[in-house]
């Protein structure tokens, strides 16, 4: 058997490796080709027609692209006869505008085979590579067709009114509905349910709590509140004795607060002072007045000093367990009073420690006989030491204890019926202090106190002992107090050794409007004589109406009753009076 040749034996080798290259050829141009219709984003398969009118379309307009070459050549050339036309590429860019005026009717390649005769044609330029209109032609997505550019824009929605027009004359809000015209927002409607600018002064404006307090006057670091009470009383006991009578008086009362505004320390003071003289009537003329002073200290630490000094005058009570026989009047008694207190928290536990004194001096008693009678014997000083702990059950309830200790010391030792009225006391109370904020807040104690005196002939004093300072606001607008205290009385009477006066307060104030305020007032004392079966019963009830015309001027009405009844001889007395005045304030 013949062997073959190399040259046969290498030449089917060829065969053979050219027959799968043209194999793997095929099936890359199978792959290809749809990837590059779908590039183009072709729908569809394109007909034989069509590829040859696109052929046919593109030699056409190559050529006359050429000749337009030529004849550029031939009329721009130099004297050397080269052409100066710029360099033109041998096949135009299939993605660029087409501005040509051939046109192949038929071909889905003619841009401007779907425009109506005479219509401009419209491009939607995209990307290279995506450009739908480009390939399938404008007929397809409708945009230029007679009957859509006959129909109105579309409208969109603002935040004016949630419509807006677009403009009907540009070209480019067919092609673009959300293109809005340079004078579109001119044209949107007014919303009539928008409100006015408020002014810049009026933006948070906070009401005031009480549109007819007193504006005040800044003097330094102080603001001042003064005020002035010019008013009419008729009374029918002029000067609440026994034997009083009827009386038309004039009162005048200076009232003055000044407040300071420090950020850490704080000091206040209030005074107040009352004249009153007859108009008719009963002949009388009195003045009362009190001024007190307050300075609160942070000392840091949980340290807090508080120190306050007062000064008091007014005519002695008619209801006076001291009674002097055969005067005119009461004479007039004058108080002088400090305290210097001192606090200190530690945890939950409360501490302070308070030290206290207060002077009483007594004028002149003017008799009816003519001439005076001195009170000089009842002169004294009361020096007290209070101690007080207490422990936090919580910020609303705090119960406490607390000891007192005091001496009482006269200016003249021994007085005119000869008794030494010095004398030493004890006390010791517990009680609760709450504070509830605008609701409840204040403190009541109960206790016991005994005083005993230097002279073995009088005896001592022992009774239980209330106090409270309440303020309950039950609603806005209504503030309801409650005042309890338990005071020991000294005297000069021979043979006796003083009394013990429980007082109590309730009063009531309600705003009915801004500027009109009603107040009520209901009072009960009971004084016990030390050593007899002697007892005073003390009550009264007070009704009054505030009317503010504006901030500074307002109008004041009051009504009162007051009664004494006793089982002593000679104390009992009742009073009426009614009263109407004119307030000024600053």
Partial sequence: MPRSRPETRRYRRSEAISALLLAGSLCALTTVVPAMAQDLELRGEVSESAIQNDQQAKTRRLAEAQAALAAADAGNSG???????????????????????????????????????????????????????KIMGQDRQGIDQPEQKKSKPTSIDSHADGVARLDKDTETTALNPRALTANAQEREPLD?????????????????????????????????????????????????????????????????NAASDWTRHSAMVNGYGTFRKSLSGEELHDATGRIEGQLDLDLGNEWRAIGKLGY???????????????????????????????????????????????HDSYGDADLSSGGTISQKDRDSTLYTATLR?????SPALMPFVEAELGHRAY????????????????????????????????????GWIRETFDDDRLGSISAPTLAAELKWSPERGTVVGLRGTTT????????????????????????????????????????????????????????????????????????????????LPGRDSHTNSVYLGLILQR
């Fill in 389 to 393: 702990g207490g422990y936090e059950i």
């Fill in 79 to 133: 004297p050397t006869g080269l052409s100066s036309a710029p360099y033109q590429p041998a096949s135009p860019d299939p993605f660029a505008d087409d501005d040509s005026t051939g046109s192949i009717s038929g071909s889905i390649f003619d841009e401007r085979s779907g425009n109506a005769a005479g219509a401009p044609a419209v491009t939607n330029r995209r990307s290279k590579s995506g450009s739908r209109e």
């Fill in 488 to 567: 020991l009385e000294d005297t000069t009477t021979a043979g006796e050794s003083g009394s013990v006066l429980y007082s109590s307060r309730l009063t009531a104030e309600r705003q009915i409007r801004a500027n009109l305020t009603a107040e009520a007032a209901l009072g009960l004392d009971w004084r016990d004589y030390s050593g007899t079966n002697g007892h005073d019963l003390i009550w009264s009830a007070e009704a009054g109406l505030t009317w503010w015309m504006n901030r500074y001027a307002g109008i004041r009405t009051r009504l009162r009753h007051e009664s004494v009844t006793s089982n």
């Fill in 192 to 256: 009539r349910g928008a409100e006015r600018v408020e002014a810049i002064e009026g933006h948070d404006a906070k009401p005031e709590d009480d549109p007819f307090a007193p504006v005040g006057i800044r003097l330094g670091s102080f603001v001042l509140r003064p005020a002035i009470e010019q008013g009419i009383t008729a009374t029918s006991n002029a000067d609440s004795a026994p034997d009083g009578q009827s009386a038309t008086l004039s009162e005048t009362t200076l009232r003055l």
């Fill in 411 to 446: 200016n003249q030792r021994i007085d005119q019926s000869g008794f030494e009225r010095s004398s030493n006391r004890i006390g010791l109370r517990t009680g609760l202090k709450l504070d509830f904020g605008e609701k409840l807040g204040g403190e009541f104690s109960a």
């Fill in 312 to 358: 008091e005058t007014a005519p002695e009570s008619a209801s006076s367990p001291v009674v002097i026989q055969g005067t005119l009047s009461q004479p007039q008694r004058q108080t002088f009073d400090g305290s210097l207190g001192i606090e200190k928290h530690l945890g939950k536990l409360r501490f302070g420690l308070t030290g206290a004194a207060e």
